[in-house]
């Protein structure tokens, strides 16, 4: 008897949908005899009691739990970690996960290693411009301007310090230029 409760539970039949025609539920019903029908409501309601005890079950299982884990001094709190640290502990052990971080720990090297490159192409440019004949002579340029302007000081000295007496020097005929010296760029 009981076996025939669990195959009966173990069904893979379809259960008629609530969206259903109701004429063919109806039509279901009409050929079933009151003795099956008898059987059948039987049947429901021991599987609702069923039901309902595995609900007070569960409750009084859920309460339990509860109760070891508040003397355990588990909270809320701290099991959310340990779950979060889990699921990371479980997504990191993944082979999609480490082939992942593989392939960003080499593009990261390899984007390192292309802005090493570009910071020397750029130095290497720059020194190139300082050096160049145009640069030479615009500098010339402006320590004769310097010359010209400051008039006592010899010429020479810092880039930085020529760019900025030839700024104050120009200041005069506008708006004041505030004075910058070499620790001030």
């Known amino acids: 008897e009981e076996r025939g409760d669990l195959r009966g539970l173990l069904r893979t039949d379809t259960v008629p949908e609530e969206a259903e025609d109701a004429a063919a539920t109806i039509s279901a019903t ?9 059987e059948l409501r039987r049947e429901l309601a021991k599987v609702e009691e069923e039901i309902q005890t595995l609900s007070q079950v569960l409750a009084a299982k859920e309460k339990h739990l509860a109760e070891i884990k508040r003397k355990l001094g588990i909270n809320s709190l701290q099991e959310l970690k340990q779950n979060i640290a889990k699921g990371w502990q479980d997504v990191t052990a ?11 720990s080499q593009a990261g090297q390899k984007a390192s290693a292309a802005f090493s490159s570009v ?8 020194e190139d411009v300082k050096n160049s004949p145009t640069f030479k002579s615009f500098e010339e340029k402006v320590e004769n301007l310097k010359s010209k ?3 006592t000081k010899p010429a020479g000295g810092d880039f930085g310090e020529v760019l900025n007496s030839t700024a104050n020097a120009s200041a005069t005929s506008g708006e004041p230029v505030p004075e910058q010296t070499q620790e001030g760029l």
């Open 119 to 126: 910071g020397s192409v750029i130095t290497k440019k720059l």
């Open 149 to 151: 302007v400051g008039g």
């Open 30 to 38: 009409e050929t079933l005899s009151e003795e099956e029908q008898e």
């Open 94 to 104: 993944t082979s999609a996960y480490k082939k992942t971080s593989e392939t960003l």
